[in-house]
Every structure is written in C-alpha cells, then in structure tokens.
C-alpha cells in the first residue's frame, strides 16, 4: 500500500470548511483514497473514497489531484462534533487498511 | 441504518486465559477483518477473512489467535493464552464492496 502523509494537527473555527490535506505521491493506479477518523476510542467511520474523480456525500468532498499524488477531504460547515482524528490511506479494493497517525482536526468555537 | 455490533463491549481476563471476541457483520457483508489498537497507538490490521477462509493476515496475529464465523453470521476471534502486551481495543470491520465499516470495538484488559 502507498505511503500517505498528513499533517498532524490541524485547527478549524465552527461553521468553516475544514480542508484536510493528504499526500500519497506513489500511489498505484489500482489503490483508492479513502477517508476514515476517529473520535476518540470509538471505531473508525468511514467518511469517503475515491479513485481519479473527486466525490462528494453528505459528510464530504473529496478532491483528488490530476496526478493523483495528493488529495483534500473537505468539511463544508465543521461542528465541533467533528473534531477527530482524519485519516488518509491508501488501499486496493478488500484489501487491509493501514492507518497512520492521522490528522488531529480541532473545531473551536 | 444497519452496524456492525462487537460483543463484550469490555473484557477483563488473566494472563493466560482464552479470550472470544464476537463481531455481528452487517447482513450480506461477506469480508471480514480484525484490527486492535493499544492505548495511545495506532489502529493495527491482524487479518482479514473472506469465503471461510483467512485471505490476508499481519506479524501480529501469530498461532495464538483464530478466527472463524461458527454460525454463519458472527465472526469471532480467539486469542488461546492471553498475554499482558495483548490488552487494546479490538475493532471488528465488515464490508461488501469496497468499503470497511468498523464496530465500536471491545476493550481487552489482560492483568
């Protein structure tokens, strides 16, 4: 699985997009993004995945870079429900997930 | 919205004891796959089962862990002899596609 980096902390003001970035320059062309982040203890939530095109569902956006080496999770309007740990990975269809250390995204009031 | 539900939610057992964990896949998932995460650490893979049988596994999960889904519907792992290092959370996923959707997890605390 390609190697993806994020940020390890970020903050975001309440009722403001959040932009999440990731890099995973060598991607293969059969490996996925996909989002998933962690609040607190609790089990990882899938959020969204894409290939080449950018997605959208009702938790987020994803942009994914012509060249594919680096994508942006979006967060149109963040709560501080949001506040989590995001992470970016790399992954081939059924294949394991393997998380890194994320991105703590802080919502601030 | 249908979950994937992981029982006991916490588990406290002696060293050297057997541990069962259960995971209920969401119905018509058909893969399965086991993670742990110690306290403070990242979300590790242990292995992953599809068709009856273990399609990927990690350094982690050595000959004291199984896994099997004895009914058809839970999917279990078992850890034969508990170890001290061995207490985490442990997440249970399921997905039919391409997506893994995680249980909330079962904290093992091996004393």
């Known amino acids: 699985d390609a190697k993806t980096t994020q940020p390890p902390s970020m903050d975001c003001a309440e009722g403001r997009a959040a932009n999440l970035p990731c890099n995973h320059s060598?991607?293969?062309?059969?490996?996925?993004v996909y989002w998933y982040r962690q609040i607190h203890s609790q089990g990882p939530q899938y959020i969204i995945h894409?290939?080449?095109n950018n997605e959208t569902n009702e938790m987020a956006s994803l942009i994914i870079t012509e060249d594919r080496k680096s994508s942006t999770l979006i967060l149109p309007h963040a709560t501080l429900r949001d506040t989590a740990v995001y992470y970016c990975?790399?992954?081939?269809?059924?294949?394991?997930?393997?998380f890194g250390q994320g991105t703590i995204l802080t919502v601030h009031p | 919205e249908p979950e994937v539900t992981q029982t006991p939610s916490h588990q406290v057992t002696q060293m050297g004891q057997e541990v069962i964990l259960r995971c209920v896949p969401i119905?018509?998932?058909?893969?399965f796959y086991w993670y742990r995460q110690i306290l403070g650490q990242k979300v590790e893979f242990l292995v992953s089962?599809?068709?009856?049988?273990?399609?990927?596994k990690s350094e982690i999960f050595d000959d004291q862990f199984s896994v099997e889904r004895p009914d058809g519907s839970n999917f279990t792992l078992k850890i034969r002899s508990t170890k001290l290092e061995d207490s985490a959370m442990y997440f249970c996923?399921?997905?039919?596609?391409?997506?893994?959707?995680f249980g909330p997890g079962t904290r093992l605390l091996v004393l």
């Open positions: 060598t991607i293969s062309g059969n490996e996925y």
């Open positions: 996923a399921t997905g039919l596609a391409e997506t893994q959707y």
């Open positions: 089962f599809y068709n009856n049988e273990i399609s990927e």
């Open positions: 990975i790399a992954r081939t269809s059924y294949g394991k997930l393997t």
């Open positions: 894409g290939l080449k």
């Open positions: 119905s018509n998932h058909l893969y």
